[in-house]
Nanobody
Framework: QVQLAESGGGLVQAGGSLRLSCAASGLTFSRYAMGWFRQAPGKEREFVAAIIGSGTNTYYVDSVKGRFTISRDNAKNTVYLQMNSLKPEDTAVYYC??????????????????WGQGTQVTVSS
């Protein structure tokens, strides 16, 4: 059974940091690109960051570049999202997802076959 389980969300003040983790099971982790998406209340789920299977290439939405870092540990079947300089507009439920798509498609939600249940991140002003 393929599963993704996020952890690390919580409440933080603006300017603070959080590190999200996503543990994968039931799949050959290193074959999959991994992505982080987020969904704020009343908004569409949006792409945040992605990393290819080897970990050598990463991609970010412009609004988080320079503040968020995606990384992975294939030995632990885990992907991370380090979030620094958090802003109230980063408040959302954060989801990790797994994809076999090529790099060109990693910003597209429909290209991800497996999703976690999400973890809430709340940034207070």
């Amino acid at each position: 059974q393929v599963q993704l389980a996020e952890s690390g969300g919580g409440l933080v003040q603006a300017g603070g940091s959080l590190r999200l983790s996503c543990a994968a099971s039931g799949l050959t982790f290193s074959r999959y690109a991994m992505g982080w998406f987020r969904q704020a209340p009343g908004k569409e789920r949006e792409f945040v960051a992605a990393i290819i299977g080897s970990g050598t290439n990463t991609y970010y939405v412009d609004s988080v570049k320079g503040r968020f870092t995606i990384s992975r540990d294939n030995a632990k079947n885990t992907v991370y999202l380090q979030m620094n300089s958090l802003k109230p507009e980063d408040t959302a439920v954060y989801y990790c997802a797994a994809s076999l798509a090529g790099a060109y498609d990693l910003g597209t939600r429909s290209k991800y076959a497996v999703w976690g249940q999400g973890t809430q991140v709340t940034v207070s002003s």
